[in-house]
């Protein structure tokens, strides 16, 4: 994986990480291993254990006490989300912790670097590219135009870097995430939504963590929005049968569950309703195009067979 993260041998920056997901874990333990100074700020004061991070309890919704946990931070990687998958719940919670962080970074003169989602983009039906329009309206994907909106328009410096769906170590909620891995390892058929054929990004979350690394310490590159550098599209059968491979297992018996269920199970079930809101994303080829972003940042995304493997290394040490 080519890696581009502030030199070492320079003097140690600080750099400000908010949560402790997969995301902010991983640009935690990036920027710690290249000899830098990491504040992480989460409520429970979790995050990686190295003598370069220090844990502080923080709930960055709240503004006080952002301004000191800022000071001197070259960049903020604000890496929280919402504390449940649901579009009301967003449009309460994000907006107004974004504001806060912004407002806090501007006045520390820190850039503000984000991950983003695929959500926005309102013309998902073809390769999507930096260029591409991003003008979803309603549910989720409004709230992530909206939060997008709102960067262009802050006079603090922003950066965004879109991901699609999430792989790799940490990762477990999501489409690639517990729900494919544990069954691919027990051996056990696998169950996914939409159609399990349909080409689909998935990006390797050490990719992203390093991509925003880059970005962070580039200011050329401040103000836009960047793509995560991702391998091919794969189908939902092809990503299993990849971890499959790495663990050396069989290839998994893969169904689907069609939209019209999910539609109706989200009648009686709200978070079914949300999951059903993405079927568009797995009826269809759903695909970004990260090639301007690779040339713009110098880097690769991690060829899919290295990836599956620390994704497989990384679970076999969890308690199942």
């Known amino acids: 994986m080519s890696q581009s993260v502030p030199s070492g041998r320079q003097s140690p920056r600080l750099y400000v990480v908010t ?4 995301v902010g874990w991983t ?21 990686p254990s190295h003598p370069q991070v220090e844990k502080r309890p923080m709930d960055v919704s709240d503004p006080a006490g952002l301004g000191e ?11 929280i989300h919402g504390s449940r998958y649901n579009a009301e719940v967003w449009a309460r919670e994000l907006p107004a912790a974004e504001q806060s962080v ?23 039906d073809r390769p999507m590219t930096e260029e591409g329009p991003r ?15 709102a960067r262009a328009e802050s006079a603090t410096d922003t950066v965004s870097v879109v991901a699609s769906d ?12 517990e729900r494919m891995v544990k069954p691919v390892l027990a051996g056990k058929s696998l169950m996914v939504i939409g159609r399990a054929d349909q080409p689909h990004t998935f990006t390797y979350v050490p990719d992203l ?14 103000n836009r929005v ?17 971890l499959a491979n790495a663990a050396g297992a069989r290839a998994p018996r893969v169904t689907a569950l069609p939209g019209w269920a999910l539609r109706t199970a989200g009648v009686f079930s709200s978070d079914m309703r949300e999951l059903a809101e993405t079927l568009y994303q797995f009826e269809r080829p759903f695909v970004m195009d990260s090639a301007a972003s690779q040339a713009a940042l110098g880097q690769a995304p991690t060829p899919l067979n290295e990836a599956a493997a620390a994704t497989v290394a990384w679970w076999g040490v969890q308690k199942q």
Do not use: N
């Not at 949560?19 to 997969?22: I, L, S, T």
């Not at 946990?69 to 890496?79: I, T």
């Not at 960047?226 to 990849?242: F, M, T």
């Open 135 to 149: 003008g979803a309206r309603g549910g989720k994907r409004g709230v992530r135009t909206a939060l997008l909106k």
């Open 226 to 242: 960047w793509h995560a550098p991702s391998g091919p599209a794969l189908s939902q059968r092809e990503i299993a049968g990849a």
């Open 166 to 177: 999430f792989f790799g170590p940490r990762v477990r909620g999501a489409h690639a995430g």
């Open 27 to 47: 640009v935690a333990e990036q920027l710690a291993g290249a000899g830098h100074r990491v504040r992480i700020l989460t409520r429970s004061g979790s995050g």
């Open 19 to 22: 949560g402790a997901g997969p």
């Open 69 to 79: 946990a800022f000071r001197g931070a070259a960049a903020v990687f604000h890496c």
């Open 102 to 124: 912004l407002t806090a970074a501007g006045e520390a003169g820190a850039v503000v670097v984000f991950p983003e989602s695929l959500y926005s983009y309102s013309a998902p």
């Open 209 to 222: 963590a390093a991509a925003m690394i880059a970005a962070a310490d580039r200011p050329q590159l401040w």
